[in-house]
């Protein structure tokens, strides 16, 4: 039997289980009141045990954004084949806006902390951004590889495909009056599709 294993060892605390329970704080009380101890009191351990993966409550909130958000992405691609057609890419697009803008973490963060947001909108991009434009950029090249994507700099594509993406995370709510989340995105379809079509896109 493993060391691990043996009766009456605790068990083996793993970051997923750490994320889950800062997860669950900023759910109840909101990110700014979710501190390290509140963190460890949720998991009924000592605070030096959370202490020892992540120096403060920035930096344990800045993995579980790239967790729950890359994850996210990650699912929408899985659910694609390898190499998309232009229009399965964009529906992976379509599909991780829709997915981050209706997430429980994502409203807690917009309806309670959205100062939080700000330094993301106007300052500098997160890990789960850098992660999530490699994977669009691959995406990108692979479409272009396959004749469905237009020629062009894939990496400039992508952050315009970013950029576009966000304004719908961000702002659709704002535009709801008169139409529906859904009808929206439709239009976010149509955009991307029309701009990353093969041919000029002027």
């Not at 829709?98 to 500098?124: M, N, Q, S, T, W």
């Not at 020629?151 to 952050?159: I, Q």
Request: charged content about 25%; proline content about 6%.
């Amino acid at each position: 039997m493993s060391q691990k294993n043996k009766p009456g060892r605790p068990p083996v605390l793993t970051d997923d289980a750490v994320l889950d329970a800062a997860r669950d704080a900023v759910l109840a009380v909101g990110a700014r009141h979710t501190t390290l101890a509140e963190v460890a009191r949720r998991l009924g351990v000592s605070r030096p045990t959370v202490y020892r993966r992540w120096p403060d409550a920035d930096s344990l909130l800045a993995s579980l954004h790239t967790r729950e958000w890359t994850g996210l992405v990650e699912a929408e691609v899985a659910r694609a084949c390898e190499h998309p057609s232009r229009r399965t890419l964009v529906g992976i697009v379509v599909g991780a806006v829709a997915g981050i803008r209706d997430h429980p973490l994502f409203r807690k963060f917009r309806d309670v902390d959205p100062e939080l947001l700000l330094p993301y909108v106007f300052h500098r991009r997160g890990r789960s951004t850098d992660a999530i434009l490699t994977t669009v950029e691959q995406l990108l090249r692979n479409g272009q590889a396959e004749g469905q994507v237009r020629d062009g700099d894939p990496a400039l594509l992508a952050r315009a495909v970013m950029l576009t993406g966000q304004s719908f995370v961000i702002s659709a709510a704002t535009m709801t009056d008169g139409c529906s989340l859904e009808a929206l995105d439709e239009q976010l379809a149509i955009m991307l599709d029309r701009y990353l079509a093969p041919g000029d896109p002027s």
